[in-house]
Structure formats: structure tokens, C-alpha cells
DNA sequence: TCAAGATGCTAATGCGAATTATCAGCGGCA
DNA sequence: TGCCGCTGATAATTCGCATTAGCATCTTGA
């Protein structure tokens, strides 16, 4: 079943029945009702679809969007910390009539899935959203040079140019999780998290050459909003790593340093020092605060109601989406133009809300911060 | 950047770098090894990659599985029940080479996901996963009447021809079940679920007309197990159903019908009922044994350790894959034969263990059956 | 009555690759 | 010399659809 199909059908010209079914009626394409009328008789008696395929090659546009994830797109070992992102971009794609590709045909090398390799299929898609707590710089790079359409989930520091995301607002959720503290009367405060990076108020890029790999990028965030907050406050602030120590060893140092509040980059952390307390018989809010800076990335127990923020997970998937939308249509198709596809229109495209500043031109931000939901919990209180 | 490019820079024609790219060695089709080097430097140097898009339309094969889902696809409300299937169909997308096209596109009409509708993408991809408790019988002939290579994940009724399915062994492992109740000493067995639907052996195609929505085949099939152990072990079965009633109504039921072991179609019903009979101070394994039929599908408390059996979800959507190319491959491609493509070569290919039989012929089976796992469990006990 | 516009549709072309038929050059052999 | 066979590469075609220039035919208006 081809066009050519229907159009020996409906004695008419192939071309004729490409015009009716994008629904074409501009002033220099005229076809008569009934001849209209005729041809989508045909068409939908016959059960004819366009392929896609096809439709792609010539029209240049897809209403396919990418998915490349760095980790195994539906892990077994993250419990479950993809899976809202997933569900906001699912939703995003759905309202916008677009189908999600996976890309779940990328080679592995060096432990990680790459987006450039030999046999590259990025190009099936119209754009890409990318998935995944630390990003190749190379081919982020890579990929702002070609000016491929994407958008990171989480932001990104510039790679060659800047970086399309949408992000959580890290130095904020954490800055307010540090004057809560404060606000109940800590003065010495531990942020605890993976190495023990210098963090300054810009991003890291090998400035002091790439031999060590910089913290990602919300590991980053968060050390940078909690240095903030704790010189505004004018108190405290320390920074204990978490690797090669046991739990233990790392609750013995919070003590031993006079910390009466520990934020803890990652919720398992904050778990497992919980859990060694209250075997020594020590009480959490009391004797030691703690407060988990989001969602758990590694599965964790749920026993504990810790004072944290969440990651606004799915909103910033479905967000994505919209920014990645926006980005392939100032990207020039056929002419420079909007594709014209009848089934292209777009459905429910929604106001996204974006915050990144006062709305400075028509265009739309391609870097956006959305705001985390404060958690009060119960392991935050005043210390001793 | 296109083949003609590279033919400019190399001086050669754009069918040569067809011809190297794929690596085209054939009696018929020669290319000085010199020539072929030079073609692969350019390649090389301007990391170009043969467009997805084109390749297919000439080559009508895609390497692109789809997935179809007829509720979403990372839904909130099933307590990830399909998560698994979607972990194993990643899987085996990516030992394969393939990428993955979800139809997020496809519009809701009268509560579901439909497959066929106007501007149809299914053929986007080279063949597609359906996924979801029960698919629509109509869709599923017309899949079946076009030839479309799809496979179901969960078995699935003739539907004007066999459907290709990777399903699980419902009626084995409820059977088991029974068994091991009847072993332990219970002579009278509830089956609770869903509706109360006449169940033969033979799959039940609207005879009596379609008016009344038959039993999703999953469900059918752990009550066609049911039954039959209850026969063969010549003890009582009985067919309680759950809708319309509370767990209390429905214990009182089971209690006043002398039950002592009740078969739970829905894990998420027997949590309730557990809880119920917990608050009014019987004991489960002891005044009533409670058995789950699988996993729950909705999201259910994991306080009890259920009598159950474990549906390898995770090995069904991996085998679902390998069912899916199996079938792809038999499909004619450009002329019949096998796609050429060099990229295409299969890596990792395994030997899906197919337990449908013998290895009657080449062909590899397409309706296979995967043993589901016994879960000891502290539910089932010997009656009082 | 005839140019000037509408109207309705089609031929032709291109998208980027795969594939096939064909062609030029070159020894070797009779 | 002329024919054959072999090598190495290319022109041409195809896939299914979108797009545009343009060709008839039919109305108008003056």
C-alpha cells in the first residue's frame, strides 16, 4: 500500500494524494472537495497509513525524540531513581504526538554506554533528551558542535557552548535545608557526599587539566549552594567524603568533629548513619540532625521520615520534552520552516513554566531550574 | 554530510562508499583494497555515519523493535508491575543491537491506547512487543491479517490465527499450588477473582457473541489450572469473585462456604484479606491459608510473606525480543533474503530456550511458555 | 472578445542510501 | 588481430513521500 496505491484507486496523481492526507489547503494548493472527499474515502476503506520512514526522509522531521540514557534505561540497581524522569518524559512525548526512541542499541565501551559510534542512529530522531546522573563531556561536546537538538535532564556545565537542560534548582534546596538548621540553632554543619572536590561558585572544567573526574554536576550543585548558606549564616561548615569508610567510621568523625548536623548528599548515606546510631543508642534528632539532600539514587530503606527535599523528577522529564520540542523548531527543517504535517499539530503544548527569569524574548529558555519540594520530616531538630 | 560527500572528497562514486561502508565483499562486488582504504579514512575522519532514515528506506529494515502498551508505559498506579518486562525487553534490544520505539504517540480513545488509528506509526519499526493485561481482540486479528511480526508478552487466544506469544505458565503454576494445599491437607479451595466467567480448556472466542468482555487470558488460564488440579485431586473447588464486595464480605463468604485455603488471582487481594481476617483476631496461615497467584499488579503492602509464585517477568520481555527478530527474520526483507547491512550483523544472539516442545523444525517457536517460581512462603498451612 | 485571474491537478524533482546492470581497461590466448 | 575473461568502478534505478513549478481549463471584468 503506497500513495501511488491509493492514487490509481481514486484515479488521481500521487502527489494529489500526498496534498490531501497532510490536509494541505494552503492559498497555492488547491484541491477540489470532492476529489478530497474521494481520495480519503480511499484512504480510509483501505486501511493506508504513510510510512514514516519515508515521510522522515522527505519532510526531514519524525515526531520521534530520543532517549539515551547512560545507565541502563529501567535499572535494577537505582531503585527505581530513573523511573520518574521516565514518566514525565512519557507524558511530555504523549501530549506532543511524539513516539520515544530508545536508544538502547549503543555499544557499551569503557563501562558506558556511547552516544557516538560507529553506526550512530541518533540521527533517527529528531532530538534527544539525555538521561544520567554524570554526562561524557566529549560527546556533549560533540554534540553542541553539530548542533544536534537535546537536552540534558540535570544541568550541565557548558561543553564547548551552552548546554540545553532542565535541571533541579540544587543551590537553592540545599541552601534552604542549611537555614532551616540554622534557624534551630546549629552552628556546626557537615556536608557529607562522594570526594572532597574544591568547589567554586562556576563550574569546574578542567581548568587543572581533565585528570581527575569532576564531581558531576548535582553533586556539585548542591556543595556549592551549602558553602553559600553557611557563609551567609556565618557558621560551620564541613565537608566529610563518604568513600572507603564504613558508616561507622564516618558517624565516629561527625561526633569527633562537634557536627550536630549532618546533610548528606545521598539519602542510602544518611540511612545507613541513622541505622549505626540508633545501634549505639544514640537518638536522631537529638543527638545528631540529619537531612537528606533528595530522593534516594540507590535503594535505601524507608523506615526513617528524613527532613530532605525531592527532586521534582517527573516535572523536569516532561519538561525536558518541552524544551527539546522548542529546540528542534527553531532548528530549520524543509525550508527554514515548520513542518507542515497534518498529524505534526501539536496537541496540549502547555505554558511551560519557565522560571530561569522574566520571559526576555519570544524564544524560550533552553536552560530551566525547577524548584525542590521541601520535606519536613522528623531528623532535623535542635541539637543538645 | 552524506555518501556523496565522501565520494567528492575520496573521488569515487557514491555507490563505491555504499559498497565499502557495508563492507560489501562479495564475488560480484569488488573494490581494490587501496580504494577501500581511502573511502575508510574519509569515513573515519569525518565521522560520518550512513542516515538511519535512508538505510531503511532502501534497505526496508530497521533494527528499531517497537513497544506498544495499552496503559502507560511507566505508570504510577501498577506499582511497576510492568517495569520487569520492560528491564528484560531492554535486555534483549540491546544483546541485539536494537533500539526501541515506544508508542507514546498513539492516542487514547475510550480508555485505551490504540495500536491502529490515522496516521498510524507502527511500521516506523521492524516489528513490535505488545504489551498489557488484555489486548484488544480486533487489533490483534488485524496484526495478525497484515502479517505485522509482533509478538504479546502473556499469552493470548487465536485471534483469526495464532498470536505469537511469550506468555507464563499460569495454569502449571496454579496447579502447583492447589497441589501443594491439597498435600498439606485442604479439601476445600477457593479460587477468588476477578468475575466468574465459564472457563473451558479451549480458548473462549465470543460464541455466545461479544457482549460480555471475556477474561483476560491470564486470568482464565490460572482458573483453567485451578480447575483442573481441583479435578484431578477430587477435592472442592469453588469460584469466589471479588468485585463489588469488600474484603470482609468476601471473608465472611469464604468462611461460611467452609474454605480453608483461598487462591488469590490478585496479590493485592490477598493482602486485604489478610488484613481484615488479621483485625479481627484470626490467624492466616492457621484459621485460613491465603495463596497469591503472582506478582501483585497493583500496588499492594509487602508485609506478609506470601504462599505465591513468581511470574518471570523479566525473562519474558528478554525472550519476547528474541521471538519478535526470530520473526522479522522470517519475513521476507528486501528480496527475500537476509538484510545485508554490515552494521545489522546480530551480536550476542542467544539460545532462547524454547520449552514449547521439541525442536520440532528450524524454525524457532513462537508461542512459548516460561515456568513460573515457587515462593515458599508463610501463608499456606495445614488446616485446622 | 480577450486578457487577467481563479481553479484543480499533475509532472518532476529530491531526500540518502542500496543495488543492479553496465562499462572501460587490461592481459592472455588462439 | 581479435575474442575472452577478469578486475574495478560507476550510472542508473529504486524505496515512498513531500514539495513546487507549471499546465490546462474555467471565470470574470472591461
Known sequence: MTQQDIARMT?????????????????????????RARVLDAIRSTGYVADPIAR?????????????TYEPMFPAGTGDFYHPFLVGIEEGAESLGCDLL?????????GRRRIFHEDNRLRLADGCVLLGRSLDRDELARL?????????????DDAGGPVPYVGADYPAATAAIVERAVAVGHRTLAYVGQGDHPVGPAPQTGLDGQDRPAAPESHADRERGFRAAVAAAGVT??????EDRSPAELLDSLLARGVTVALMEEYADG???????????????????IAALGDPTRPAPSDVDFTMF??????????????????????PGPEGGEPRSAGAQRRGRSEAAARDGSERSRQSPTQILLDCEQVEGTTLAAPR
Chains 1, 2 share one sequence.
Open 237 to 242: 561548615g564541613i565537608r566529610e567524603p563518604v
Open 310 to 331: 525531592r527532586i521534582p523528577r517527573r516535572q523536569m522529564g516532561w519538561q525536558a520534552v518541552e524544551v527539546l520540542t522548542g529546540l528542534i523548531e527553531g532548528t
Open 11 to 35: 484515479g488521481v496523481s500521487q502527489a494529489t494524494v500526498s496534498l490531501v492526507l497532510n490536509g494541505r489547503a494552503d492559498s497555492d494548493v488547491r484541491i477540489a472537495p470532492e476529489t
Open 144 to 156: 553542541v558542535a553539530e548542533g544536534q537538538p537535546f537536552v540534558s535532564v540535570g544541568r550541565r
Open 102 to 110: 530508545l536508544f538502547t542499541s549503543a555499544p557499551v565501551a569503557d
Open 271 to 289: 540511612s545507613a548513619i541513622a541505622s549505626v546510631a540508633r545501634e549505639r543508642g544514640l537518638e536522631i534528632p537529638r543527638d545528631l540532625s
Open 56 to 68: 522522515r526522509l522527505a519532510a526531514r522531521r519524525n515526531r520521534i525524540l530520543g532517549v539515551f
